[in-house]
Structures are given as structure tokens and as C-alpha cells.
């Protein structure tokens, strides 16, 4: 029987009611969090994040899950395993390149597989509505487009591979700041246009086995619990046929069941935060007595069970041993394709005959590249190149370190200048870096911070006194590089006294080698930003964030006024002028845009020429916009594409857009809305900087759900 529903049913109605109610329950394999072996846990089980006991006897294997979107985890769960450390997921979703993103998921995939894990939970796709949030890093981008488009194809790629994945955090896990005790609000219209519309794309193209709830509550319920998310739109609205899982101690009560939760994951923390396992005596007692229906549990079981045979898990079969090699060069790729140019005063590439004597100066670039912290760090092969325990307070202060992934900038940049004479400086004092940069014909500083789970930054500057040190690098030596490894964006007070900045985010256990050949010249930047760069926390809808430094525990309200207006579109309703836009990315060539062609009706198609008019190969990323409405003006992604091309070379690109970003949500009506008349579309390099522009007449009608 190859219909997933209807060997779903068949089995699911020959389980004894024990069975189904274990496969409701994941409990944490023992590691730095959670030290204690849980006894449901056979002893040949490999420790992981999560684990659910099988049914031998129909064929129903066990579930076991791993973290997360950025590698296979280990940190603390088995000793000596190690996985490919992926880029951060912005790093990915800055290349623009949604075959790239396929790639990373069936890296993840196979490793994962590879293990004995049958369910990963990547996919992590909640917009960056704050750049101070501490795991924004992990996810894809400020945009719903992006975001489902390189979501989307990494599910894929996991799935590829008999491996299900997730999609999470449903919805609104955009602040660490208390996330247990969150409670996100936002208008229901705005939350379907912005965070939902990426949920539902990623969804419809990639099938996820699962979606994770997040740890915040929604409009006043929990995400667990939340039956108009779950129930109305997640099961109804979008027909989503898989299961709906928690976060792990984000199970409040056996009460999630009636809103739409299937599975209690993380049982222990809920234990510790909640005073029980939510679906496991309070929810055999709530059937027992007829407080959860028959049809209900079933229906939690037939969800699990239809993922497992619809991803293929059952018949997976023993995996390969990943070609770890071929997974270094795909890291390298993301590395590459991800880094953005930000600023460049003609510095950049670095030519050999202006640079006999580097200074590279702070970031640990002697030892290696910065990851983020929390349930997505992977131990990369051969190990970290070092640990710094950070700390604070809170479930999660332990997971709080930097962590160094061993590729050395340093060694890296006297690989690709073989003949210069390369110092390094640790930035530890800026007098002392000052005199390492006045000898030197180059500066290049590197500038770090720690980012992770549980933590929300407190503002947007660089700890541990690395502006100072920028800014007295730069004011002693005029040819000064900065290198960002950051999980958001940073102010840049130095920003007009250095000749080029780059942002590399958290560039993966290749990083060091993409950087330098960047610098260099082998590898010609193409990353575009992902997110925007405000100039300072003034130009964002919350400059004080709600309940920072409160204590761990209490109960938080923020209100996500701004609705769909995320990222660049709230610059644009504004009118403020970003440090950087959305979008925005340097070559060392150029291109240029020609020949618009618009057709209107029911959407909008767009063709165009792009065109390399430099003297290097690169690549570029056009797109196309939405910039007003009958409505009156507005700013929407409509599509991009990542083209490639040689000097002197063009290529024709066509996008069409998918109606919904052209619409409104309507709840009075249910469904999306395009308002009839004329619409103006331009075809731009950033967010920001419209290089052709045309209008299109769309015919009005409603549609969806």
C-alpha cells in the first residue's frame, strides 16, 4: 500500500491505546541540558534531542530526532560524533540561491541518516522582525518569499534522503528575551500576510512531516495550544495533512491536544517547567474520561504515522557513509555565495603588489570562525578549535558560549599571499593594535560577537570594545578592511573612516578559507543582505525591547505593530534611510538591467535582460518589487533570481509572482484580496534602488483561504 492516509488508517487501527499514546511523547536523549538517560530510551539508542518508541510489530519504526537546520548536533549528546558545520542560515538565504539551499538540506540529510535519525528539526524560518533577536541567525531573512523559497528547498533536500524534516517556530518566535513566557501580539491579517504567507509557501513547496510550535504565546494562547493557528489555519485553512510537534518544554497542559497539538516533544523540560508530562498521565486521564475524544487521538497518531510513510522513513534502509569531503566544498559554497560586500572604496580585491605587509588584527582570526550558540551548534570534524563559556542566567545560560569552528582567517590569508608578510594582532588593546596597523601597507580587523538561543542582544553595537579598536585601527592606517562574523547586523560608528567592510556572518567550518579568498580576489562577492542594517535601534519599530534584562521567568507582552510591515517594508512606510538595505550587495563587476517587459491580469510576469558590464565573471541578483498599489504605495519582494554570468554576457530572466504578495488578507472575507487598477512594479538591485520601472494593470478578485 503506497497511499500514506490510507496505510495511516490501517495501521493506526490496529494499535493498542499504549501505543498510541507513547507516540505522542518525545523525551530528550541525555547531554549538557538534560544529563539524566531517560528509561524509555533503549540502551542502543544514539543520545539525540528527541526520541519516541516505535511499534516492531506493524512496521511503525521509532523517531529519532535531531537538531537542527545547520548541521547534524552534537554538543554533549555523543562524545567524538561530529557533522558538517553548515554557514548560518542567513550566510544561506544571503546567496540568493535556492539550489544551494537543496544542497545544504541533503548535506543534513544524509548525516543525519547516516546516524540512525529519521527526523531532523531544521527548517527554522521565523522572519527577523528584530535584529536584536539572539537566534536570528538560524533563520532565513526579514521576507516571506525568501524565506519559504530557501526554507522550502531545504526540507526538500532533507526529505530527499528518507529524513523528515520541520518546519518551526509556528509563529511568532522572533525575540529570546523570556520566549516562555511571551506573549507575541499581532493583528490576524497582518500575521497572514507576513510570518504566516512564509509558513504556508515553505509548506505548500516542500511538504514538511512536521511543523514545530513555538515556545511564545499568540495573541494572548499559547502557539502550542493555539487552535486558530493549528486548528483554523495550519489543519484548515491550508489542509496540512502532517503532524504538529512542541518545542521542547513548550507543553503547557494536555489542553494543547484540543488545540491542535499532536506530539509533547522535550517531555522532561515540561516536567520542570510545567509540573508534568502534558501527554502523559493528564492526557490519558482526559480520555479516559471523555474530555479528549476517541477520533481526536486517533487523529494525533494518524498524522505521526501518514509523515512516516509519505517521507519514507519506514523503508529508508541502512545509509552510506556521507562523503564528508564533497560536504566540506558544499559549506565552502554557501561561505562563498553568502558574504556580503557591504562598503568598498576601491580597496577590494586586494592586490598583491599593494599588500607586502598585512596586519590582521582581532576576531580570534588566528584560531578559527565564530558560530552561534544553542540547540543548532555542531561539532564540526577534527572538533572545535576552541570553547570561550559566556554564561548568564536562565534555562539556557549554559548553552551560551562562542564557539571558534577551526578555520583560521589567518592561515587562510597567508595561503592566498604567499609573499606578503602577515602579522597578527589579538585586538585586545587598541594602543597595542595601533601599532601593529601603522606597519602595515593593509589593516584587516576582525569583529565578532556571540549570539545564540535563549539571548536576545541588548543593543547593536560590537562587544568587548572592538568599535574602539576599529576606530583606532582605521584612524592610524587609511587602508583598514573590517570583517564581520555576527549573527545580526551591527552600527557601524567607524563606517566612514575604513575603505571596505564585509559581512561574513557565521560562515561554517570553511568560512576561514571563503573570507580570504574574498579578500583576495579568487572568489568575487555576490551575497546580497537578507535583512536590513538600520543605521541605529531608532529606526526600528521597537528601539526599547520589552522585558530585556527582566528576570528569567516573567511574563512579557510584545506588540508586533508594525503587522506585515517587517524589515524593509518598514523603512519604506517610514521614509527612514537604512545603513544598508535590504538587498543590497557589492561586486568587483557591474551589471546592468535592461529591455522591462510587463504583463498584468491576474498577476504579474516580468522579463528582463541582465547584463555583466564589468571586466570580471560574477553573479547577480535582481528583483522585483511591488512599489504601489490602487492602494496608494508599498514594498514587496515579488520574486529574484540569482544569475551568473561572464563579462560581456546576458541572460534573460523572467519572474512571475505569486498572487498572494500582490494581495491583502481579508478575514471579513477569508481570503486574499487584489484591489483592481493599476500596479506599479520595479525591477531593482536592493530594496531600495529601482533600476527599471513599469505599471501593470491587475484585473480585482478574491481568492484563497
Known amino acids: 500500500m503506497n497511499d500514506p492516509d490510507s496505510r495511516a488508517r490501517e495501521v493506526e487501527a490496529q494499535l493498542t491505546d499504549d501505543e498510541r499514546f507513547a507516540l505522542l511523547v518525545g523525551v530528550m536523549g541525555a547531554g549538557e541540558m538534560w544529563p539524566v538517560r531517560d528509561a524509555r530510551i533503549p540502551p542502543d539508542v544514539p543520545m539525540s534531542a528527541g526520541y519516541v518508541p516505535g511499534v516492531p510489530r506493524l512496521g511503525v519504526p521509532a523517531l529519532l530526532m535531531s537538531d537542527a537546520g545547520l548541521g547534524v548536533t552534537n554538543p554533549g549528546y555523543r562524545p567524538d560524533d561530529t557533522a558538517t558545520a553548515l554557514p548560518a542560515a542567513l550566510a544561506l538565504a544571503a546567496s540568493f540561491d535556492p539550489s544551494l539551499a537543496r544542497a545544504a538540506g541533503e548535506v543534513i540529510g544524509r548525516e543525519a541518516r547516516s546516524r540512525g535519525f529519521n527526523v531532523q528539526l531544521a527548517g527554522a524560518m521565523n522572519l527577523a522582525r528584530d535584529p536584536r533577536n539572539g537566534r536570528n541567525f538560524e533563520y532565513l531573512s526579514e521576507d516571506p518569499l525568501l524565506t519559504a523559497t530557501m526554507a522550502a528547498e531545504s526540507v526538500n533536500g532533507i526529505q530527499q534522503q528518507h529524513v523528515i524534516s520541520t518546519v518551526k517556530h509556528f509563529s511568532l518566535n522572533c525575540n529570546e528575551t523570556n520566549r516562555h513566557f511571551l506573549d507575541a501580539v499581532i493583528d490576524p491579517d497582518a500575521h497572514r500576510e507576513s510570518d504566516l504567507l512564509a509558513f504556508e509557501l515553505a509548506i505548500e513547496r516542500s511538504r514538511p512531516g512536521a511543523v514545530m510550535t513555538a515556545y511564545n504565546k499568540v495573541n494572548g494562547t499559547y502557539a502550542a495550544a493555539n487552535d486558530v493557528l493549528i486548528n483554523q489555519v495550519l489543519k484548515g485553512a491550508w489542509g496540512y495533512p502532517g503532524w504538529v510537534m512542541s518545542d521542547w518544554g513548550a507543553t503547557p497542559s494536555w489542553e494543547c491536544a484540543l488545540g491542535g497539538l499532536d506530539q509533547e516533544c ?122 570561550v563559556p559566556i554564561g548568564g542566567s536562565g534555562l539556557e545560560a549554559g548553552l551560551r558560549k562562542l564557539h571558534l569552528l577551526p578555520s583560521s582567517p589567518l592561515d587562510e590569508l597567508r595561503k592566498q599571499f604567499p609573499h606578503a608578510r602577515i602579522d597578527f594582532d589579538p585586538g585586545i588593546h587598541p594602543a597595542e593594535a595601533v601599532l601593529a596597523a601603522r606597519n602595515a601597507d593593509i589593516a584587516i580587523v576582525f569583529a565578532v560577537r556571540a549570539e545564540g538561543e535563549g539571548f536576545d542582544i541588548p543593543d547593536l553595537t560590537l562587544p568587548w570594545g572592538q568599535d574602539a579598536l576599529i576606530a583606532a585601527v582605521a584612524a592610524a592606517n587609511p587602508t583598514t578592511v573590517v570583517v564581520l562574523e555576527t549573527g545580526n547586523p551591527v552600527t557601524m560608528p567607524w563606517r566612514d573612516s575604513v575603505q571596505a567592510i564585509v559581512q561574513a556572518w557565521y560562515p561554517g567550518q570553511a568560512g576561514g578559507r571563503a573570507i580570504a579568498e574574498t579578500l583576495a580576489g579568487q572568489v568575487n562577492p555576490s551575497g546580497r543582505l537578507p535583512v536590513t542594517f538600520p543605521v541605529d535601534l531608532a529606526q526600528t519599530p521597537r528601539p526599547e525591547l520589552p522585558g530585556l534584562g527582566a528576570e528569567w521567568g516573567q511574563p512579557t507582552t510584545i506588540d508586533y505593530a508594525e503587522g506585515s510591515d517587517v524589515g524593509y517594508r518598514w523603512f519604506s512606510a517610514t521614509g527612514a534611510a537604512p545603513m544598508f538595505a535590504f538587498g543590497h550587495g557589492l561586486s568587483y563587476t557591474d551589471f546592468d538591467y535592461r529591455d522591462l517587459a510587463v504583463t498584468g491580469g491576474h498577476t504579474v510576469t516580468a522579463s528582463f535582460t541582465v547584463v555583466n558590464v564589468g571586466d570580471r565573471a560574477g553573479a547577480d541578483v535582481p528583483q522585483l518589487y511591488l512599489t504601489a498599489a490602487p492602494g496608494g504605495r508599498c514594498l514587496r519582494l515579488l520574486g529574484f533570481a540569482r544569475v551568473e554570468l561572464d563579462p560581456g554576457a546576458s541572460r534573460r530572466v523572467t519572474i512571475e509572482a505569486d498572487p498572494r504578495l500582490l494581495a491583502r488578507y481579508d478575514r471579513g472575507v477569508g481570503g486574499w484580496r487584489i484591489i483592481a487598477g493599476d500596479h506599479s512594479v520595479a525591477v531593482s538591485a536592493s530594496a531600495v534602488t529601482p533600476r527599471l520601472e513599469a505599471t501593470v494593470e491587475l484585473a480585482g478578485r478574491a481568492f484563497g483561504r
Open 266 to 387: 522535550g517531555a522532561q523540560l515540561d516536567a520542570l517547567l510545567w509540573q508534568a508530562e502534558a501527554f502523559g498521565a493528564p492526557l490519558r486521564g482526559a480520555r479516559a474520561d471523555g474530555r479528549l475524544t476517541g477520533e481526536r487521538l486517533s487523529d494525533m497518531v494518524r498524522r505521526i504515522l501518514r509523515s512516516m510513510f509519505a517521507v519514507g522513513i519506514d523503508r529508508a534502509g541502512a545509509a552510506p557513509a556521507p562523503d564528508m569531503a564533497a560536504h566540506n566544498e558544499i559549506a565552502l559554497r554557501i561561505a562563498r555565495q553568502g558574504i556580503v560586500l557591504l562598503a568598498n572604496r576601491g580597496l577590494l580585491p586586494l592586490a598583491p603588489e599593494s599588500a607586502a605587509r598585512i596586519a590582521v588584527i582581532g576576531g580570534y582570526a588566528h584560531v578559527g570562525v565564530p558560530a552561534g550558540y544553542g540547540s543548532s551548534a555542531v561539532v564540526p570534524p577534527g572538533g572545535y578549535a576552541a570553547v
